[in-house]
């Protein structure tokens, strides 16, 4: 199929800065969807001088005219949903049926899930996840098992609701109860606040599938936003130190209800150095004062959950495996003004594992691998002001065009401060873009 789509993804381990390529994307389509996670993504845009940090709605829906969908693959978090409505609302910014679409099929994220995020990673201790404890594991189990999962169709309907409610609660309260010695949940009072929800979400549920093809049928652009990144998806990742879902390009048609082609231009967001939140292996991560120099720099903090990001320098060779694996086009990279003011910056270009350098990279053998590294000169001067490739310094420019030459794919886009207006279009193949 011959598509003007885009998927913009992240290619590390989530937080590359996303908000801002999708918001300027959005301008030029007709359709914005999300088709994995759910509330443990955070985009942080900010529009108008006014800062919007979004967990569900799609960044579309700061752009007036374009539909946002949230899709089956989604696990749609009600209250947060309806919450972040309200939030737009009394900005003055239009969130109902007309804008905004949520897919029967998504997976409800329930209180009980929520609860065994919680718990179960208290349980596991020093063996934890480090979760963003919006219960998107045990969403996604219960979506797997079927039997035990509520669709947000279910939602809608008080009847289907209350009988899967008080079956599910029955069973979920014997289980934590045993296995973590947890108060039994009331089935009748979930039942009636999720009711509640449903009833408001109601005029904007529908197959959204069908929304999607038929967008494509008529050649209107759908801008695939992705959530997290792929170093945390769970097929392709640093599993078990994952997420629950298929966070990479591969996962749009099936978490969009779309066909492959649909995918389109696939836009591949980089950090220009590292970072992950949570527990698991990373091995270019500097936990000294580099790694601070960019946390404090670049404000590494979760937007979900607070945490402070572990920072270190920027792995081009996991980034090629994740950018082969998507099928990336051209990269967009950002936050590269946290760079700036270091004496030298490090790119990580291959691994070494016991002692011997890897030829192909396998995100399994991560925990014992050491990087081999390439040093570039760094730069002193301000970039934030750089209006184009050629007004940045020599030194970073350099950090660019090798970026571009190991990953062998052009960087379209180069961020320099978090304003829209502080972004460089460079290379760019993306139709509206620049
Ligand atoms: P979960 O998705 O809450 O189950 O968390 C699993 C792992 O993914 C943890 O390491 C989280 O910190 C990480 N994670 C989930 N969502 C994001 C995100 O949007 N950005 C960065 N890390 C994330």
Redesign the pocket.
């Known amino acids: 199929m011959d598509c003007n789509n885009i998927t913009v993804i ?1 290619l590390q ?3 590359e800065g996303k908000g801002k390529v999708v918001d300027a994307l959005a301008r030029t389509s007709s359709y914005v969807a999300r088709y994995c ?2 509330a ?3 985009h942080t845009v900010l529009a108008g001088g006014e800062k919007f940090a979004l967990h569900l709605i799609p960044c579309g829906i700061l752009h007036e005219g374009v539909v946002n969908v949230v899709g089956n693959g989604v696990v749609f978090d009600a209250p947060v949903a309806l919450e972040e409505i309200e939030h737009l609302h009394q900005r003055g910014v239009k969130a109902d049926a007309e804008n905004l679409r949520i897919s029967s099929c998504a997976q409800a994220v329930m209180p009980w899930h929520k609860m065994q ?1 919680t718990l179960s990673e208290q349980k596991l201790g020093g063996a934890k ?9 045990p969403c996604y189990a219960d979506k797997a098992a079927r039997s035990t999962a509520i669709r947000v169709g279910d939602l809608a309907d008080a009847g289907v609701l209350t009988d899967k409610v008080r079956r599910t609660v029955a069973l979920k309260n014997r289980l934590f109860s045993a296995l973590y010695d947890a108060e039994a949940m009331d089935a009748e009072a979930i039942a009636a606040e999720y009711a509640e929800y449903g009833r408001r979400l109601a005029p904007m549920i529908c197959n959204t599938g069908v929304l999607l093809r038929s967008a494509g049928a008529e050649g209107r652009r759908t801008l695939f936003e992705g ?3 792929s170093m ?1 998806d769970v097929d392709h990742g640093t599993y078990p ?5 298929s966070v990479t390009a591969c996962g749009v048609p099936s978490g969009a209800g779309v066909p492959p082609g649909a995918v389109g231009t696939v836009l591949g967001l980089i950090k220009a150095y590292t ?6 292996p990373f091995p270019s991560e500097q936990d000294n004062a580099t790694g601070d120099y960019l946390r404090e720099k670049g404000h590494e903090y ?4 607070g ?1 402070p ?1 572990r920072c270190g320098w920027f792995d081009a060779f996991a980034v090629r495996y994740a950018a082969d694996l998507s099928g990336v086009d051209e990269f967009a990279l950002s936050l590269l003004d946290v760079l700036t003011g270091l004496d030298e910056v490090n790119i990580c270009t291959g691994y070494r594992v016991g002692g011997k350098e890897l030829t192909d990279f396998d995100p399994a053998v991560m925990g014992d691998a050491e990087c081999t590294y390439e040093t570039l000169p760094g730069w002193q001067e301000d970039i934030t002001s750089c209006g184009s490739y050629d007004a940045l310094p020599d030194a970073a420019r350099r950090y660019v065009d090798r970026i571009e030459e190991i990953l062998a794919r052009p960087v379209g886009v180069i961020s320099v401060g978090p304003d829209r207006e502080q972004t460089i279009f460079h290379n760019t193949t993306i139709e509206g873009l620049d």
């Open positions: 992240g381990w989530g937080d996670g759910g443990n993504a955070g995020d996840i480090g979760t963003t404890a919006r219960g998107i594991g959530g997290q990144g945390l130190f994952v997420t629950s879902s970072t992950r939140v949570g527990a698991g979760g937007t979900t959950t945490r990001r």
